[in-house]
Antibody, heavy 116, light 106 residues
Framework: QVQLKESGPGLVQPSETLSLTCTVS????????VSWVRQPSGKGPEWMGR???????AYNSALKSRLSISRDTSKNQVFLKMNSLQTDDTGTYYC??????????WGQGVMVTVSS | DIQMTQSPPSLSASLGDKVTITCQAS??????IAWYQQKPGKAPGLLIH???TLVSGIPSRFSGSGSGRDYSFSISNVESEDIASYYC????????FGAGTKLELK
């Protein structure tokens, strides 16, 4: 069955770089795109960016200057790196499998706190 | 970038009520709108895509409609398990979520 699981540090220092990994199973990264979505506590989700099935990437214009998404198809993993973190980057980060550009399966999420 | 204005931010309903949530896009999104349900501590779950197409297994008391910039999502005969937050998502041009509607029991 389709599964996605996010992993990474729960605590990041301000101004540092966040690195997250999404490990997928039950589908191929060369057949489906994967997005990253984040959600501050008590607020709505925010789409961050996408790794297309063909290896291309797309980013939220508000985050583009700080964000990089890559993948390792041999390991079934998609990576997120975002630099210059601030306290308002605190929240739960999800990866999603995309079908027709919308997330039909979501990981459980990983909570990231930006604090010194 | 397309903006999504979702209302109301919160909604109070009794069991058996019909409730409606709306989302207005900043431009025509060609019916490319989806609706998600999120319960506390869980990831959002997809309910409806392409305005009105129910995901397999979703009860028929959930429905969606709209066109152009204006869309709505309804739950008829609200059940206790429907108490959650609901979000719209446009996927016509990139992706933008609405701010959400929290459905509570009256």
């Amino acid at each position: 069955q389709v599964q996605l699981k996010e992993s990474g540090p729960g605590l990041v220092q301000p101004s540092e770089t966040l690195s997250l990994t999404c490990t997928v199973s039950g589908f191929s990264l060369t057949s489906y795109s994967v997005s990253w979505v984040r959600q501050p506590s008590g607020k709505g989700p925010e789409w961050m960016g996408r790794m297309w099935y063909d290896g291309d990437t797309a980013y939220n214009s508000a985050l583009k200057s700080r964000l990089s998404i890559s993948r390792d198809t041999s390991k079934n993993q998609v990576f997120l790196k975002m630099n210059s973190l601030q306290t308002d980057d605190t929240g739960t980060y999800y990866c999603t499998r995309d079908h027709e550009q919308l997330g039909d399966y979501w990981g459980q999420g990983v909570m990231v706190t930006v604090s010194s | 970038d397309i903006q999504m204005t979702q209302s109301p931010p919160s909604l109070s309903a009794s069991l058996g009520d019909k409730v409606t949530i709306t989302c207005q896009a900043s431009q025509n999104i060609n019916k490319y709108i989806a609706w998600y349900q999120q319960k506390p501590g869980k990831a959002p779950g997809l309910l409806i895509h392409y305005t009105s197409t129910l995901v397999s297994g979703i009860p028929s008391r959930f429905s969606g409609s709209g066109s152009g910039r204006d869309y709505s999502f309804s739950i008829s005969n609200v059940e206790s398990e429907d108490i959650a937050s609901y979000y719209c998502l446009q996927y016509d041009n990139s992706n933008t979520f609405g701010a959400g509607t929290k459905l509570e029991l009256k």
